[in-house]
């Protein structure tokens, strides 16, 4: 298994040196880019981080299966926040266009109504543990807490109305993605599945 590692990072090593001698190549992103200088030139390739973790070892059936329950709430749960991330993203930059305080407080109630309409029965099947993972999930794709988007579409107000209805059922939207730490287990799970490795 290390030869393999060893061998792969050779070729890829080479495989750039070979494409710098070649300049009449296209460039692409997964193709360097020749870059001139005053007498020289360089080929730049943008390689992205590739994550090697070693096996998990489990003591015991239990853990085995809590491990296999979290790979599968991650991957139910992260389409759906990477989602609210490129809706956050556009519903941002729509919302910038529009000229009045009137139109945007409109167009965020509509959006409110079509987003829980549409959303709000896949997300009631989902489990507690499943709508706990999702809410860290969002705080890990946006880089800010649930509740920190709420209030900055719907005001305090809601925002903190949400926030103790979550709390109902033991979630908070102001929980914080923690990669280092208590949820060192699930980044590394959500880089796999990133990948296409789980």
């Given at each position: 298994m290390k030869n393999s590692i060893y061998i792969g990072i050779i070729f890829l090593l080479l495989s750039v040196?070979?494409?710098?001698?070649?300049?009449?190549a296209l460039v692409s992103p997964r193709t360097p880019h020749p870059y001139s200088g005053v007498g020289d030139s360089l080929s730049v390739m943008i390689i992205p981080d590739i994550y090697v973790y070693p096996p998990v070892e489990f003591k015991s059936i239990t853990e085995e299966e809590k491990y296999r329950k979290l790979i599968r709430d991650v991957k139910?749960?992260?389409?759906?926040?990477?989602?609210?991330?490129?809706?956050?993203?556009?519903?941002?930059?729509?919302?910038?266009?529009?000229?009045?305080?009137?139109?945007?407080?409109?167009?965020?109630?509509?959006?409110?109504?079509d987003l829980y309409a549409e959303y709000f029965p896949v997300?009631?099947?989902?489990?507690?543990?499943?709508?706990?993972?999702?809410?860290?999930l969002i705080n890990r794709e946006c880089n800010q807490s649930?509740?920190?988007?709420?209030?900055?579409?719907?005001?305090?107000?809601?925002?903190?109305?949400?926030?103790?209805?979550?709390?109902?059922?033991?979630?908070?939207?102001?929980?914080?993605w923690d990669p280092k730490g208590k949820d060192a287990m699930t980044e590394r799970i959500v880089i796999l599945v990133e990948e296409g490795a789980l």
């Open positions: 040196g070979l494409c710098a001698q070649n300049q009449g139910r749960t992260l389409p759906y926040a990477k989602l609210i991330y490129v809706t956050l993203i556009e519903t941002y930059e729509y919302m910038q266009t529009l000229p009045t305080e009137k139109q945007r407080q409109d167009h965020m109630k509509r959006m409110e109504k997300l009631k099947k989902m489990s507690l543990s499943q709508g706990k993972l999702l809410i860290k649930s509740y920190d988007i709420l209030k900055a579409f719907l005001g305090s107000f809601r925002a903190g109305f949400w926030n103790i209805f979550a709390g109902i059922f033991g979630a908070s939207l102001k929980s914080e």
